[in-house]
């Protein structure tokens, strides 16, 4: 499983999430760390567009294929490698189109596929263990001393 060490979320749609994702690709790429960045969007079409002109960018699964990917989890579909052209899932734990994505199930099918998971926004030291104990890759939060305490405690 690849070790992520930033996490960027490009906000705008359309020809300005274009534009944000050409440079911070342009960025990544002149400091020579973009197999150290995720890169997620909540927009289908600045993903599609990331995939076409910068198919070296690792990044999330965008709205859609989160869905489609959850079918083939919970359904346990044996998938090629080249079925989803994203290796990671930035993702919340609660619902999200009407399913859980916060499970064990979910984590182990994505570690089959090379997939890593990362979980958003999670605030409380009750959750951040949780995902700890179901093998999350890694956790988006607001609270990064309570998230400090969790994954450096030794009980």
Same mark, same amino acid.
């Given at each position: 499983?690849?070790?992520?060490?930033?996490?960027?979320?490009?906000? %705008?749609?359309?020809?300005? /999430?274009?534009?944000?994702?050409?440079? !911070? =690709?342009?960025? !990544?790429?002149?400091?020579?760390? !973009?197999?150290?960045? @995720?890169? /997620? &969007?909540?927009?289908? $079409?600045?993903?599609?567009? #990331?995939?076409?002109?910068?198919?070296? !960018?690792?990044? *999330? #699964? *965008?709205? *859609? $294929?989160?869905?489609? =990917?959850?079918?083939?989890?919970? &359904?346990?579909?044996?998938?090629?490698?080249? &079925?989803?052209?994203?290796?990671?899932?930035?993702?919340?734990? %609660?619902?999200?189109? /009407?399913?859980?994505? /916060?499970?064990?199930?979910?984590?182990?099918? @994505?570690?089959?596929?090379?997939? #890593?998971?990362? =979980?958003?926004?999670?605030?409380?030291?009750? $959750?951040? %263990?949780?995902?700890?104990?179901?093998?999350?890759?890694?956790?988006?939060?607001?609270?990064? %001393?309570? #998230?400090?305490?969790?994954?450096?405690?030794?009980?």
């Amino acid at each position: 499983m690849k070790k992520f060490r930033y996490i960027i979320e490009l906000k %705008d749609p359309g020809k300005q /999430g274009y534009k944000a994702c050409d440079e !911070l =690709y342009r960025i !990544l790429k002149e400091r020579n760390i !973009l197999e150290r960045v @995720s890169v /997620g &969007t909540f927009n289908n $079409e600045v993903s599609k567009y #990331a995939t076409k002109h910068h198919p070296d !960018l690792i990044r *999330s #699964a *965008s709205p *859609s $294929e989160v869905f489609l =990917y959850y079918l083939c989890a919970v &359904t346990n579909l044996k998938i090629r490698p080249s &079925t989803f052209n994203f290796s990671v899932l930035h993702i919340p734990t %609660d619902r999200y189109a /009407g399913v859980r994505l /916060g499970t064990k199930r979910i984590v182990e099918y @994505s570690h089959r596929h090379n997939i #890593a998971v990362q =979980y958003w926004t999670i605030n409380d030291s009750w $959750e951040m %263990d949780y995902l700890k104990s179901i093998g999350a890759d890694a956790i988006m939060t607001d609270t990064p %001393d309570v #998230a400090y305490n969790v994954f450096n405690s030794r009980v």
